[in-house]
């Protein structure tokens, strides 16, 4: 690790453990020691991971930065590049006035947000319990979870990102903040459009009385003042609209890319036009099926089911859709997590979703194969089962559990 690397993740562990003691969950100078060690356990592993340079650094992320920096900075901004949204090249423009490696700053940011992603984690799961050692368990699970590890400081990738805000706006609608949840949520689409995979549960919501109706109206709003700066530097507002639509044409025609999808169990389709057809209308199925059950049961929608319903969701679309690629279950990955936090007895869940995650990881990271990826698939058919079973669970409660 060289000195900036050093730097930055002294500066984020820091920041990790003042997070922690501002939340009330170091009460006593022992917790304060063991939680300043798992913090430097996990950003130890961060820093060993740092300097793996990728095929997707190579070809877009470096050249992105790199744009920015021959063009002005965010003076660029009103030039499209790239097929990530704006919020996220704010950064990259930032980043390319600073004389360091580009490579160790795009990792830092969501070496920021691994943090955020597990503080949100458990505040969500602070709901369900008001246990410190599963509050805790749940921010340091998630701190030292495979995928989110190697998403960020290897892969130099940022769903950290748009889950953290994913997470942090469920927790805030639950919290009876719905306004700031939809905020939130919107802040996660403008990051990734794979926000899409969550955003279903503030339908939940609604049909929960957790958010009103004229909360909606905060989504576009929060999209368009995140999209404001690129469009003052002459960026096309249409654009900014038309972006994800675009970057759809681009996720290639094949039906599975490395993920545990349903299409993992087909290597061979005759007519992949009409599989993927059938892919997308059994997601569409799903979620339609799904919040029809939450308007039929909405006298028994408490907070655990709804966090069921938002595994559900994460794991299901996904697993149904077309086209999907090995990082597009990060969300299931940490929503299983969650749940797992607040009802121990469903730990086999993320563990799972995991092991379905990684297989993924490992064919991009590795270039190669550690299973098939069908088993991965089976794996996820078995979490939504069981995140099914969990749902129906608390559902059949004979009041609502808030």
Known sequence: MDVLTI??????????????YSSGMLRTPGRVCLAAALIAG??????????HVTLDYQDFLS????????NGGFAALGEPVGNYNLPYLYFLAAFSYIGADDLVLIKALSVVFDVVLAWAVMKLVGLYTGSDVRRLAAFFLTLYWPSVILNGSCWGQCDSIYVAF???ALYLALNGRGAAGMACMAVSFAFKLQAV??????????????????????????YVVLMLPAVLMGYPLLGTVTLYFDQMGTVGSALNYNSSSVYAFFYNVEDPETASLLGIIAAFALMCLCLLWAWKK???????????????????????????????FYAADILTLALACAAPEYLVLPALTEFASLLGYHAYLKLRYLLPMHWGAAALVLVLAGSLAYTAAQLSRGRRRM
Do not use: E, N
């Open 7 to 20: 730097t930055l993740l002294l500066v984020i562990g820091a920041a990790a453990l003042v997070l922690l």
């Open 42 to 51: 996990a950003f130890i592993l961060r820093g060993l991971c740092m300097g």
């Open 63 to 70: 050249r992105w930065v790199q744009f920015y920096r021959d």
């Open 166 to 168: 994913a997470v942090l």
């Open 197 to 222: 995979f969550v955003m279903p549960i503030f339908v939940v919501l609604l049909i929960a009385k957790k958010v009103k109706l004229w909360h909606f109206l905060l989504f576009p709003l929060t």
């Open 298 to 328: 909405r006298s028994r929608l408490g907070r655990a089911a709804i966090l069921g319903f938002a595994v559900i969701f994460a794991v299901g679309i996904p697993f149904l859709l077309p086209h999907m690629h090995d990082r597009y």
